[in-house]
């Protein structure tokens, strides 16, 4: 605690806790910007629910090249799971990898569009209008709390409190 961190004991897993977890988050907010949504509108909706960063803004700051993998080590483990979006992999090939490369999503600032909407574009179909703010957290939270109640019911994490933890200080 002296660091600002608290420890959450889990069982070796893939992804352990919190990576699991966001990984449900994240590929549901690329599934809506593939459909059409505007990364500006997803993370603003997940803003105003109360996370410290939009799915997209997050996504930029990691880095494309380690979600592409993420998906990719996820997918081998959880093969009943739905595969991986397709955007991170064509961010990669675009070398449009966030803000280490001079932007993805958002240019290097994370204010502005940057060089990954073309990508973005290509892959998205247009679905009319904006999906609502209250189905964006809808879509983005609950497959994270569902994941979470995997981790409890397969015994890789102890508690709802370890949970709970893990996800306020992780994420």
């Not at 700051?61 to 993420?70: R, S």
């Not at 940057?114 to 809808?138: C, H």
Request: aromatic letters at 6%; glycine letters at 12%.
């Amino acid at each position: 605690t002296a660091l600002g961190k608290f420890p959450v004991v889990v069982k070796d897993s893939p992804g352990f806790l919190v990576n699991r977890c966001l990984g449900a988050y994240m590929n549901e907010a690329m599934v809506l910007m593939m459909g059409g949504d505007e990364p500006e509108h997803v993370d603003k909706a997940l803003l105003n629910f109360g996370m410290p960063m939009g799915p997209a803004r997050l996504l930029d700051q990691v880095g494309w090249d380690i979600a592409a993998n993420v998906g990719e080590v996820m997918a081998k483990a959880f093969p009943q799971a739905p595969p991986p979006p397709t955007l991170p992999a064509a961010m990669v090939e675009a070398g449009t990898l966030g803000q280490k490369s001079g932007g993805g999503l958002y240019d290097k600032t994370g204010k502005k569009p940057g060089p990954g909407r073309a990508v973005l574009k290509r892959l998205q179909t247009d679905s009319g209008e904006p999906t609502p703010a209250e189905e964006i957290v809808a879509r983005l939270i609950y497959p994270m709390a569902n994941e979470a109640y995997r981790l409890l019911g397969d015994g890789i994490v102890e508690s709802e409190d370890d949970i709970d933890l893990g996800m306020v200080f992780g994420t």
